[in-house]
């Protein structure tokens, strides 16, 4: 495939996938027909003619109607049938070409190509679905021009100083020296065996509403008369069968957890081609793209007691609007010991974790004590009308005051020439590891409590940061925290 301004289709067969995508729908209208118990049953069929006559000329237009150039200097994309898009995207400005196939797509041999740029936060175009084949020509000669539009022998200052441009035409398939990380199918199944997944566990006991079957029953199904005496047992005790039931959502939970990451992260590799983290994973999906290194704002290493415990860490990068659904977070090593971690994110940044740690004031125990205590109060409190038992929630002062010390022990801070690091969290521990020139703003926070105690809440910010998990240093005394922006701020402006 050549830049030219002779216009393009989609793959033949995107027609027949989008009336497959389709059918679920119309077998669903269908349903009471089908059933033939329902005396509105008519109106169904009506509907799904309608339905049928509406939906499929739809995706024959759409097809029919689409186009797309690749020009030397843009990638233009006209879509629509009522309403008429046209998309005029700058091949200087892509940023990421991200190449997905689900089973449907491997199947037939296509690909969903999504083209991302600066800034975007989703796709400024999606070609759905061209050939296998076809998606990586496109790549290869949006990469191409990109490369024409560089400055020979111009080093990118976004890199850091042992990451080089590759050579003109290089391909993935000629990058495995550049592999930074790489795991295994066995790697692939710990991962998931350390993910829970709540999701699951709640639509469990959300379908169980709906069904709302017996437990005895149901074990007698699946034991048949092998069990005849624990079946008896179980039916002589609710509570034996309500601790079967939570254990089946929490089994529900964990084994669906490591379905998911199998599925997610199967093969999973990065790699780097140039100034572009290059990224592959996927069993029934496959997705293939890649993270501008100068996109990345800040790296998160990411861990919890029993992932710890057995020197596992997750690294996740925070970027700028690649995708919203992911919350500008991509994840680079789902599960990886810290000297891996360490390795990537030297080969990225050239920056390395801190050896030593700066602690917040120990003012931060009492505040968090007398903070949960008082909540503890009024939820005990507030019980205390209907049930006079709930005095023994007082019981969990001493968990309180464990809970306070070791949240103390693990909040810190590092700031060094050309980074800034701070950890924090007890049951999730998250360590951000932030490079200077990233930063936006600085945020120096007290509330009316932190004032009387001379404390204050320092955050940072970096571009696509997540306002639900802040890079935040809490309960720094307030001469410190205002020393740390001067030190970092002076870094720019030593004027």
Do not use: C
């Not at 027949?16 to 059933?35: C, D, E, G, K």
């Not at 991302?116 to 070609?127: D, F, K, P, Q, R």
């Not at 790296?299 to 057995?310: E, V």
């Not at 968090?368 to 205590?373: A, C, K, L, S």
């Amino acid at each position: 495939m050549k830049p030219s301004n002779e216009p393009r289709r989609l793959h033949p067969l995107t027609l027949v996938q989008r009336t497959i995508v389709s059918l679920p729908a119309l077998i669903f209208i269908l349903l009471p027909v089908i059933r033939g118990s329902d005396s509105t049953a008519w109106f169904n069929l009506v509907f799904a003619f309608v339905y049928a006559l509406v939906v499929l000329p739809w995706i024959v237009l759409y097809y029919v109607r689409f186009r797309y150039w690749i020009t030397p200097s843009e990638l233009i994309i006209h879509s629509g049938v009522l309403t008429r898009r046209k998309r005029n995207i700058p091949i200087e400005r892509i940023q990421n070409i991200e190449i997905e196939q689900g089973p449907m797509q491997r199947i037939l041999r296509t690909a969903k190509v999504a083209v991302y740029t600066a800034g975007s936060a989703s796709a400024e175009g999606v070609l759905e679905y061209v050939s296998l084949e076809e998606a990586r020509e496109i790549r290869a000669v949006v990469r191409e021009i990109q490369q024409e539009f560089s400055v020979s022998g111009t080093r990118n200052p976004d890199l850091p100083p042992s990451v080089e441009p590759r050579e003109h035409g290089a391909s993935a398939e000629d990058a495995d020296l550049d592999t930074l990380f790489a795991m295994s199918p066995k790697r692939v199944v710990l991962a998931g065996v350390f993910r829970f997944s709540w999701l699951y566990m709640a639509g469990f006991f959300s379908l169980m509403q709906y069904v709302d079957p017996d437990p005895t029953v149901v074990f007698a199904w699946l034991a048949g008369a092998n069990f005849e005496e624990w079946s008896q047992i179980i039916e002589a005790s609710p509570w034996i069968a309500g601790m079967l039931v939570v254990g089946g959502a929490v089994s529900l939970g964990w084994l669906s957890g490591i379905a998911v990451t199998m599925n997610r992260y199967h093969r999973f590799r990065v790699r780097l081609l140039g100034d572009k983290l290059h990224r592959e994973h996927g069993l029934l999906t496959l997705s293939e793209g890649t993270i501008p290194l100068k996109r990345i704002q800040a790296y998160i290493i990411r861990t919890n007691p029993l992932m710890k415990r057995f020197g596992w860490y997750r690294l996740e990068l925070q970027t700028m609007g690649i995708d919203l659904k992911q919350k500008g977070f991509q994840v680079a090593a789902p599960l990886a010991t810290m000297e891996e971690v360490a390795g990537i994110i030297s080969s990225l940044s050239g920056m390395s974790l801190p050896s030593e740690w700066q602690p917040v004031s120990r003012l931060t125990v009492r505040r968090f004590i007398i903070r949960n205590t008082i909540a503890l109060a009024v939820v005990i409190a507030s019980i205390w009308w209907w049930w006079d038992g709930v005095i023994w929630g007082a019981a969990l002062l001493p968990l309180i005051v464990l809970m306070a010390v070791l949240r103390y022990r693990n909040m810190g801070y590092s700031a060094s020439k050309g980074e800034l690091a701070m950890r924090k969290g007890v049951f999730r521990k998250h360590v951000w590891l932030i490079p200077t020139p990233k930063i936006q703003t600085f945020s120096l926070t007290e509330s009316f409590f932190q004032r009387r105690l001379d404390l204050s809440t320092v955050y940072v910010d970096t571009a696509g940061a997540s306002p639900v998990s802040p890079a935040d240093i809490v309960d720094l005394p307030e001469e410190a925290a205002t020393r740390l922006i001067q030190e970092v701020y002076l870094e720019f402006n030593p004027d």
